[in-house]
T-cell receptor, first 113, second 111 residues
């Protein structure tokens, strides 16, 4: 299965600033996905990152707040913009791999102060 | 998407079998049952999936009822490292289809 490297693993940020999270995959994949996991909660899908086109966002998530880039088939970034304490969560990227389902990165633990 | 219902929490003794149930009464014919787990502070990990036949791999067994409206994940000899949140998810095989998580079952394996 694919190996995903996600950076940074954790960060503490000031409110009002932005953080860009990187997701690097060791093989080419068509679909990459970004999730948010708030403290004590399950995973919520933010958006699907498509190479060569704009990301597709789920209800409740907008591009201005969570801009996503997908410049090639092995890399994507998620930016959390104008952060507030409510954005404190774990952010995870994932790739779809057909029969074996999805592989997940280890996540970025974000704390906004 | 077919919805799934799982108990909020369960526990079992170390060395015993852990049987985690999942209801998916609205599952359609082309949807598979997937199980993932998330150990604390890690990303979710794929366990097993199936369509209608029972499946077994090195991690677990998946028993799907004949009407496909429910399934059970079996960890045959639970260890302390199996303590995690287990998610039952129904999805199509098409890898472009998004994976939607429910609330899962928090399994505690007791010494």
């Amino acid at each position: 299965s694919a190996v995903i490297s996600q950076k940074p693993s954790r960060d503490i940020c000031q409110r009002g600033t932005s953080l860009t999270i990187q997701c690097q995959v060791d093989s080419q994949v068509t679909m990459m996905f970004w999730y948010r996991q708030q403290p004590g909660q399950s995973l919520t899908l933010i958006a699907t990152a498509n190479q060569g086109s704009e990301a597709t966002y789920e209800s409740g998530f907008v591009i201005d707040k969570f801009p996503i880039s997908r410049p090639n088939l092995t890399f994507s970034t998620l930016t959390v913009s104008n952060m507030s304490p409510e954005d404190s969560s774990i952010y995870l990227c994932s790739v779809g791999q057909g029969a074996v389902g999805y592989t997940f990165g280890s996540g970025t633990r974000l704390t906004v102060v | 998407d077919a919805k799934t219902t799982q108990p909020t929490s369960m526990d079992c003794a170390e060395g015993r079998a852990a049987n985690l149930p999942c209801n998916h009464s609205t599952i359609s014919g082309n949807e598979y049952v997937y199980w993932y787990r998330q150990i604390h502070s890690q990303g979710p990990q794929y366990i097993i999936h199936g369509l209608k036949n029972n499946e077994t791999n090195e991690m677990a067994s998946l028993i799907i009822t004949e009407d496909r409206k429910s399934s059970t994940l079996i960890l045959p000899h639970a260890t302390l490292r199996d303590t995690a949140v287990y998610y039952c998810i129904v999805r199509r095989m098409d890898s472009s289809y998004k994976l939607i998580f429910g609330s899962g079952t928090r399994l505690l394996v007791r010494p």
